[in-house]
């Protein structure tokens, strides 16, 4: 996915309470790592995060539509 300034980012589903829980573990603390389990590994994400050091992620949730609720790092 390319964002609005033409650099990568993914995006990405998951379900309302596990979002949230990221949302309860970023406020405490921002630098914290939230690892969600995929039946799929991320390879063009990896790819990404290799050459770019970091990647915004934007979160939809699953059954919700196209609006995106969050933005990580």
Do not use: C
């Not at 995006?11 to 039946?39: E, G, I, M």
């Not at 050459?51 to 196209?66: C, S, T, W």
């Amino acid at each position: 996915m390319r964002n609005v300034t033409g650099d990568e980012a993914v995006f990405a589903r998951n379900h309302r309470p596990y979002l949230d829980h990221a949302v309860v573990k970023a406020n405490l603390d921002p630098r914290t790592l939230v690892t969600f389990r995929s039946s799929q590994e991320w390879k063009s994400a990896q790819v990404l995060l290799e050459q770019q050091g970091e990647l915004p992620i934007y979160f939809a949730m699953v059954g919700g539509g196209p609006e995106i609720l969050y933005r990580a790092w």
